[in-house]
């Protein structure tokens, strides 16, 4: 069974940086997989903001966070980043991480992976303030 652990949330004014990651465990599939980040405030649905198809290299960013925030892999430690930068209020909920080896690196691009995730974090929260 696969977890996800997040980490890396936390408070920050805005213009600030913030890296979050997400340890995967019990990965038997080699074969590479799409993981996501998605943010979620309340009374919103949860957007995937950035994905990366590991071993791969294939990236996805929303438009909203392009240029800002980065997405990466460390294969070695089963863990995945994401570099926040230039952080808005707007930036503010929690942030989740998701595994699925389903997916083809076409649908981690795309973003269009998004309601298929079959493994989900407990989520880290990021606060930015203005």
């Known amino acids: 069974q696969v977890k996800l652990v997040e980490s890396g949330g936390g408070s920050v004014e805005a213009g600030g940086s913030l890296t979050l990651s997400c340890a995967a465990s019990g990965v038997t599939y080699s074969g590479g997989a799409c993981m996501g980040w998605f943010r979620q405030t309340p009374g919103k649905e949860r957007e995937e903001v950035a994905a990366i198809f590991t071993g791969r290299g294939t990236l996805y960013y929303d438009e909203s966070v392009k240029g800002r925030f980065t997405i990466s892999e460390d294969n070695a430690k089963n863990t995945i980043y994401l570099q926040m930068d230039t952080l808005k209020a707007e930036d503010t909920a929690m942030y989740y991480c998701?595994?699925?080896?389903?997916?083809?690196?076409?649908?981690?691009?795309?973003?269009?992976?998004?309601?298929?995730?079959?493994?989900w974090g407990q989520g880290t929260r990021v606060t930015v303030s203005s």
């Open positions: 998701a595994y699925d080896y389903h997916a083809l690196p076409r649908d981690c691009r795309t973003g269009s992976w998004s309601n298929e995730y079959s493994h």
